[in-house]
C-alpha cells in the first residue's frame, strides 16, 4: 500500500458554505516531509481516522465513513470535522488512486501542540493484493482485549467506539496472531464476548441469519457490516445485532471478518478448528462490495 | 512547552562502536515540516518515547529512561534501540534546552509503511511552569483503566508496560478531569486497585512508610518515582511496592504524582476530599528532584 498521493487540509480555512472547498487543499508529496516533529498526531497518537475503499476510482460508502469521522471527533473532543471539505477531499484523493483497487485514508490530528490546531489530512494508496483472503480465507486467534464488555458504558474516556490513531495495541495483536501462526485476531472482552478484529468487524451465519456483535460502544460502527448487512437483507437473509459469547463463534456456520479494504475475508480456521469457507457465497459478498456503492 | 530544537536519528546507520555517533544526527527545524505522512507514529500511534527532566542544561536519570526505552521496544517489536546513539543524541538535545527547565523528548517510530524503519527523532523544549501545581497542589479523580488488575499478565499484547505512542486515552482522561474540576486524574483497574495517573506515577504516604503500586506489567515503571524511592531510603524512611486498593489510596497520610517534568505534585483533593499537603516535606522532594540526577 505505496502511498501515491497526498493532501493536507486547512481545517480552519473551512467553510461549510465556501464555493471552493479546493482552496483549503495543498496536495504534497507523500514521500517528502509534511508534518513536523510537534505533531500530536505521531507524539500521542491523539487524533482519528478513516479508511476508505476505492474501486475503480470510486469511493465506497463515503457518508457512513464520514459519520463515523464525525462521531469519532465528538468522542475525543475534537473541532467537529467540516463534512463537505472532507468529501471533496475525498473524491481528489480517489481520482488519484490509479485503476483497480485502492484505499483513501483521512486523519484528523489535533494539531501542533501550541500551534494551529487540528491538522488534516488525506492520502491516496494502491491498496494490496487481497484475493487469497477473500477466496481462500483466513486463519484467526481470539485475543482478549482486557475490557469487560460494559466496560464503555462506565468509562466514556476509554474512547472504545472512536476510531482514533492509537492503534498500537490493535498493531500489537496482529503481530500476536502471526506469531501463532494465523493471519489475523478477534478480541474479545475479557468476560468472553466476541468484540471485533484489530482493523476489521466480524459477521458470523447462523443458519440464514447473519450476526455481528450489538454496538454497545465497545466496538467500532463497521462501515463494511452495515453495507454488508443492507446488501444481505435485500437477498432476504435475515441480520441481527447480538451480544455473542466466544462458544457462539466457534459453533457458527460460517464467520467473515469484514473491512473496507479487504472485504470480505472468510475465517477458515478459528484457534486452530476448521471452519466451513462457503467459497460461491463469499464470492457474491465480494462481488458486492466491488461494485459501486454510496 | 515550545519546541526549540529537534534531531533526526538515522537508526540504521548506527552502529554500537561507532566513533562518531553525531554522524548519525541531524538536526532539523521544530517548526518545519520533518516527517511524512507514511509514518506510523502518526498513522497508528506506533512507536514508543520517553520524556527526560532537564535542569540547567542537565538530563536527569538517562540511564533510567534509556533503560525504559529498551524495555518498550521489547515489548512492542521494535528494533533494538542503540543506547549509546540515543544517549548522544540526549546530551546534545539537552545542550539546547536553555536555562531553567526543560524537557527532552525521545521518539522511536515504527517507520514509514513500506519505507526506511525505523525512524527516530529527538526534541528540546523550555519547560511549562509548574511550580504552583508543586507548591499548592493538584486535584485528582480517580478514573476507571478497564483492566483487570491481572489483564497484562494474561494479554501482553495490551502493551501495558510499554511507553508507547498510543496516548489518545490518557490525554482524554485529563479532558475528562478538566471536565470535572480538576487537575488531573489517577487510573483505577476495573476491580479497584490503584495503577498510575496518565502522564505520572503515584506514590502514597502511610507513616513513615512510602508506597507505589506494583510493577506488575499494567503500569510503567516510573523513573522519577525510582529515583524519589532511592532518595526517600537515604534518608531513613521505608519504602514498599504494594497492590493498593483505592480505600487505601483515600486513607493516606499524604499522596503526590511524580513524573520527569512536573516533579512532585502533592495531591491535594481526591475525588473531591481534601488531602494534607505537607508543603516543607514536599519541597524537599522537589529540592532533590531539581538537583542534577544520573
Known sequence: MALRFALMIDPLAADQTAPDLATTFTAVDPAAPALTVGELSTQRGDGIFESIGVVGGHPQEVEAHLERLVHSARLCDLPEPNVAQWRAAVAIAASE?????????????????????????????????????????????????????????????????????????????????????????????????????????????RGDTFITPAPNGAILHGTTQLSLFEHLAARGFETAYETIPVDELRRADAAWLVSSVRLAAPIRQLDGADLTVDAEFTASLNDYLLSPRD
Chains 1, 2 share one sequence.
Request: charged residues 20%; negative net charge; glycine residues 8%.
Open 97 to 205: 488512486c490509479g485503476e483497480g483497487e485502492g484505499v483513501v485514508k483521512l486523519i484528523l490530528s489535533r494539531g501542533v501542540e501550541h500551534g494551529p490546531t487540528p491538522t488534516a489530512w488525506a492520502t491516496a494508496a494502491t491498496a494490496a493484493d487481497f484475493s487469497l483472503a477473500r477466496t481462500e480465507g483466513i486463519r484467526v486467534v481470539t485475543l482478549d482485549r482486557g475490557y469487560a464488555i460494559d466496560a464503555p458504558a462506565r468509562a466514556p474516556w476509554l474512547l472504545l467506539g472512536a476510531k482514533t490513531l492509537s492503534y498500537a495495541v490493535n498493531m500489537a495483536a496482529l503481530r500476536e496472531a502471526h506469531r501463532r501462526d494465523a493471519d489475523d485476531a478477534v478480541f474479545l472482552s475479557s468476560d468472553g464476548f466476541v468484540l471485533e478484529a484489530p482493523t476489521a468487524s466480524l459477521i458470523l451465519q
